[in-house]
């Protein structure tokens, strides 16, 4: 029944920045640790962020330095603002709700990002 609302991916040009979004109603997102994830064709799911309950932040090597993960627990919602932006980032990006307090994870549905010129 919980279902997470991606929005922000799109087309876009070598250096440019979209910023991703992720709602998740019908969660205590407060309390919740917080990723983004990627999976590029014929490449395996991999971490890019992460943001636990506490505000703490993780960033696989590829991407540190330019993405940026955050979080609003007012709106229960979590934020991946992608700045310079290369081809390779081209993905399928998904939320997660990683479980915890109890409480099983959650998936988004992906929202594709495409970096080309």
């Known amino acids: 029944q919980v279902q997470l609302v991606e929005s922000g991916g799109g087309l876009v040009q070598p250096g440019g920045s979209l910023r991703l979004s992720c709602a998740a109603p019908?969660?205590?997102?407060?309390?919740?640790?917080m990723g983004w994830y990627r999976q590029a064709p014929g490449k395996q799911r991999e971490l890019v962020a992460r943001?636990?309950?506490?505000?703490?932040?993780n960033y696989s090597d590829s991407v540190k330095g330019r993405f940026t993960i955050s979080r609003d627990n007012a709106k229960n919602t979590v934020y991946l603002q992608m700045n310079s932006l290369k081809p390779e980032d081209t993905a399928v990006y998904y939320c997660?709700?990683?479980?915890?307090?109890?409480?099983?994870?959650?998936w988004g549905q992906g929202t594709q990002v495409t970096v080309s010129s």
């Open positions: 943001i636990t309950f506490s505000g703490t932040t």
């Open positions: 997660n709700v990683e479980n915890g307090g109890g409480y099983r994870s959650y």
């Open positions: 019908g969660i205590i997102f407060s309390i919740r640790n």
